[in-house]
């Protein structure tokens, strides 16, 4: 993981149980070590904000993949305002749903300010 430095995304230590990433300008590069981070099974984080980043489609997936590990146990995500990781929600909403649907322990996801329509908020329901 050359060139990461935990300390600036605050992803360690995995004992933490609320770990806030939000407006860290967090990309899709970000995003695979914060899955990483969060689908070891020494992470002990249940709540994840993720708020405000610059992630897209690609990051939000490698996360979703993560998500429906039996290690990981996210209850609370936020996404908020991260317009462009929902840019293709239409066509990609069915993996969206298939990820989250094996999420079994998110309780809560957040999605505000992600310019979701109409369609896409009916593929998410």
């Given at each position: 993981?050359?060139?990461f430095?935990?300390?600036?995304?605050?992803?360690?230590?995995?004992?933490?149980?609320?770990?806030?990433?939000?407006?860290?300008?967090?990309?899709?590069?970000?995003?695979?070590?914060?899955?990483?981070?969060?689908?070891?099974?020494?992470?002990?984080?249940?709540?994840?904000?993720?708020?405000?980043?610059?992630?897209?489609?690609?990051?939000?997936?490698?996360?979703?993949?993560?998500?429906?590990?039996?290690?990981?146990?996210?209850?609370?995500?936020?996404?908020?305002?991260?317009?462009?990781?929902?840019?293709?929600?239409?066509?990609?909403?069915?993996?969206?749903?298939?990820?989250?649907?094996?999420?079994?322990s998110?309780?809560?996801?957040?999605?505000?300010?992600?310019r979701?329509?109409?369609?896409?908020?009916?593929?998410?329901?």
């Amino acid at each position: 993981f050359a060139g990461f430095d935990p300390r600036k995304y605050a992803v360690m230590p995995l004992t933490d149980r609320r770990v806030s990433l939000a407006s860290r300008g967090l990309g899709n590069h970000e995003m695979e070590h914060v899955a990483w981070a969060i689908g070891s099974p020494f992470s002990s984080v249940r709540a994840l904000d993720l708020r405000d980043n610059r992630f897209d489609h690609s990051g939000l997936n490698v996360l979703l993949l993560v998500l429906r590990e039996r290690t990981t146990r996210i209850d609370h995500l936020d996404l908020s305002q991260n317009a462009s990781a929902f840019q293709f929600i239409e066509s990609q909403g069915k993996f969206l749903v298939w990820a989250l649907s094996e999420a079994v322990s998110l309780a809560t996801l957040k999605v505000s300010r992600c310019r979701i329509d109409d369609a896409g908020a009916r593929t998410l329901a």
